[in-house]
């Protein structure tokens, strides 16, 4: 057994110093030095052809995160002959954001969110008068847990407009069962047809009412 932690330890101590200093040669040879010259202290690259892949730890989140994603993208397609290079910012070992550039249009990057999606339903839950509390989305089902604090005129406009959210997050489940706790503990279930259906306007807020369940 305690060979097995050596053996981990060990592991994680070489892959953080591949990390830090990384392993000069070749393509990504050239975009690790880049990157270190630039500050980026932590950065993985990988090469296959003529696409490069950069995934490096974020500094922090914060309304720069995007900015720096792109310039570390830039400093990777500008220190190499690859020709499209993904820079993916990771954040205490969580992915972010991804950006994309393309050699000849690197000023028209790509963006893509790349946090797992209970992250991404945690922010959407936040534009409503609500906190998350506790969250799981498998192959089926997206059950969440929060603390509302809105008022009883809103419940059903905040309801619908979280649960919309939550099926553009993760378009794949077929029910979303919202608990609600505080003052008044109930539970919420949709499935996700209904919620596009209302927001497409093929049936009406009765319908909809009929087709909800709540415990």
Do not use: C
């Not at 706790?181 to 049936?203: P, W």
């Amino acid at each position: 057994m305690k060979g097995w932690i050596i053996l981990i330890v060990l592991t994680v101590a070489a892959g953080w110093y591949l990390l830090s200093y990384g392993v000069p040669g070749g393509e990504a040879g050239k975009i690790l030095t880049a990157l270190r010259d630039n500050g980026v202290e932590k950065a993985f690259v990988s090469v296959s052809g003529a696409n490069a892949t950069v995934r490096f730890e974020a500094p922090a989140i914060d309304e720069e995160l995007l900015d720096y994603t792109y310039s570390v993208a830039r400093t990777a397609l500008e220190a190499s002959d690859v020709n499209v290079v993904r820079a993916e910012a990771y954040f205490e070992g969580d992915p972010v954001v991804a950006v994309t550039v393309t050699r000849g249009d690197d000023e028209n990057p790509s963006v893509e969110d790349i946090r797992p999606v209970d992250k991404r339903i945690e922010s959407v839950i936040g534009l409503f008068d609500a906190i998350p509390l506790d969250m799981n989305v498998d192959n089926d089902v997206a059950r969440v847990t929060i603390q509302y604090y809105g008022n009883e005129k809103n419940f059903w406009h905040d309801f619908f407009g979280m649960a919309l959210g939550i099926v553009e997050e993760a378009p794949w489940v077929e029910r979303i069962i919202v608990k609600y706790v505080g003052e008044k503990n109930v539970t919420v279930t949709v499935d996700t047809n209904t919620v596009l259906n209302v927001y497409s306007g093929k049936i009406n807020a009765e319908t909809a009412a009929s087709r909800i369940t709540v415990q």
